[in-house]
Antibody
Framework: VQLLESGGGLVQPGGSLRLSCAASGIKFTSHAMSWVRQAPGKGLEWVSGMNGSGDRTYYADSVKGRFTISRDSSKNTLYLQMTSLRAEDTAVYYC?????????????WGQGTLVTVSS | DIQMTQSPSTLSASVGDRVTITCRASQSISSWLAWYQQRPGKAPNLLIYEASSLESGVPSRFSGSGSGTEFTLTISSLQPDDFATYYCQQYNNYPLTFGPGTKVDIK
C-alpha cells in the first residue's frame, strides 16, 4: 500500500487549493479514507472522511462548508478541495486509509503535504 | 463529539524503563481505540487497534488495554527507537478524534 499526497504550497488567506492523494495497492471501494492535518508543533486533527462506497462524506466542524472531499476511482486518487483558507489551516495534511469500508483504525498514512496560508 | 485526553503530556524515561500512557474518552467508545507513534518529521504509525490488538510488525514490547472510557498503552522496556510522541484516537464514530499526544523523551 502506498499513499502519495501532492498539491500543497503557499496560498493567501481566502484562497483555494486542491490536495491529491494517489493510492496504490488498495481498492477504494473496500476502504474508507480520511484526511488528517497537523499544524506546526501541534497534535493531529482529523479533517474529513469518505466511506468506501463513496456515498458518505464527513467533516470536522472547523472545515465544514469550506473543504470538500472527493475521489476519482478510475485514477485511484482522493482529493481535498480547500476554499476560503485561513491562517489556522496551515498544516501538514496527511491522507490515511481506514481498515474497513467505513470503520477501523487508520492503518496506512501518506508522507504528508504542507499547506501554508499566509500573505 | 467525543473528546480524548491523555496523560502525561510529557514523559522522561531511560532505555529499559517500563512506560505507561493513559488515554480517556469523554463517553464510552467500547474498544474502538487506536494508538499511534509519531517520530519528528514523519507520518504517524499504527501500533495498537481495538484497544489491545498489536498491529502486524509492531514489537511485542508494546501493549494496550482498557475499554469503555479508560485505556492504557504500555511499553515494557523502552528502546532508543521508542523516543517519540504517542497519540490515542477513537474510531467509534465520526468525527474521529485524537488525544493531544504524549511525548516520550530521554531522561
Amino acid at each position: 500500500v502506498q499513499l502519495l499526497e501532492s498539491g500543497g504550497g503557499l496560498v493567501q488567506p481566502g484562497g483555494s487549493l486542491r490536495l491529491s492523494c494517489a493510492a496504490s495497492g488498495i481498492k477504494f471501494t473496500s476502504h474508507a479514507m480520511s484526511w488528517v492535518r497537523q499544524a506546526p508543533g501541534k497534535g493531529l486533527e482529523w479533517v474529513s472522511g469518505m466511506n468506501g462506497s463513496g456515498d458518505r462524506t464527513y467533516y470536522a466542524d472547523s472545515v465544514k462548508g469550506r473543504f470538500t472531499i472527493s475521489r476519482d476511482s478510475s485514477k485511484n486518487t482522493l482529493y481535498l478541495q480547500m476554499t476560503s483558507l485561513r491562517a489556522e489551516d496551515t498544516a501538514v495534511y496527511y491522507c490515511a486509509k481506514r481498515r474497513q469500508e467505513n470503520s477501523g483504525p487508520l492503518d496506512y498514512w501518506g508522507q504528508g503535504t504542507l499547506v501554508t496560508v499566509s500573505s | 463529539d467525543i473528546q480524548m485526553t491523555q496523560s502525561p503530556s510529557t514523559l522522561s524515561a531511560s532505555v529499559g524503563d517500563r512506560v505507561t500512557i493513559t488515554c480517556r474518552a469523554s463517553q464510552s467508545i467500547s474498544s474502538w481505540l487506536a494508538w499511534y507513534q509519531q517520530r519528528p518529521g514523519k507520518a504517524p504509525n499504527l501500533l495498537i487497534y481495538e484497544a489491545s490488538s498489536l498491529e502486524s510488525g509492531v514489537p511485542s514490547r508494546f501493549s494496550g488495554s482498557g475499554s469503555g472510557t479508560e485505556f492504557t498503552l504500555t511499553i515494557s522496556s523502552l528502546q532508543p527507537d521508542d523516543f517519540a510522541t504517542y497519540y490515542c484516537q477513537q474510531y467509534n464514530n465520526y468525527p474521529l478524534t485524537f488525544g493531544p499526544g504524549t511525548k516520550v523523551d530521554i531522561k
